[in-house]
Structure formats: C-alpha cells, structure tokens
C-alpha cells in the first residue's frame, strides 16, 4: 500500500481553532441563526458519515483563537471534506482559523 493511500485509510484527528472576526458581531441576528445552522447541518453530515465530534473547548491565557472543536474522522479525506463543506458554507468569512489533523504514531498504544 503506498504511503498516501495509508494515510488516507487511517484515522484521523482533527483539531479546529477559531475566533469570531469582527465583522460577526455586526451580522444581523436572523442572517447569524442562518449560518449557524448551515455550519449545524454540515457537522450533521459528518456525524452521519461516521465523524465523532469530541466537543469545542474554550481555550484560556495566552492564545490565538478563543475554542478548539475536536473531531475524528475516519481519514484525511473525511476531515478534508468536512472542512471544505464548511468553507462552501461560507464559515471561514467570519471566523478565523487554524486547522491541524494528527494521524496515528506507529505503536503509540504499545506499552
């Protein structure tokens, strides 16, 4: 198996930071409840697709972003895809972000 195709087939996690840019504020109330339950559906989608979700945690002290949503997907493509419905869902106009996904170390169940 090439080294791509294993890295597609192995689990992924996924680690998304976020703030709200300022302009978010500024959204009118009805426009924001529209968005979010966009962004709800697109997290819907993955979680019907095998994602787990393992919970947003707001981040204190000394930090870019002010949450860390905490996923796994079943590959890289899966977290990938998740990430570009949400970006056609127009999340990233208002918050900014950074994304990380970690694969499985060889043996880092091994006692």
Known sequence: MSEQTQASATPCAWLHY?????????VPEAEKAALK????????A?????????????????HDFETVDIWMFASSQAAYGHWQ?????????YFAFSNG???????AGDA
């Open 37 to 44: 339950s966009a962004w709800a559906a697109v997290a819907k």
């Open 46 to 62: 993955a979680q019907d697709a095998g994602a787990v979700h393992q919970g947003c945690f707001h981040i204190r002290g000394q």
């Open 85 to 93: 419905a949400l970006v056609e869902a127009r999340y990233p106009e």
């Open 101 to 107: 996904i970690g694969l499985e170390l060889p043996g």
């Open 18 to 26: 976020a703030r709200p840019r300022p302009h978010w504020y500024l």
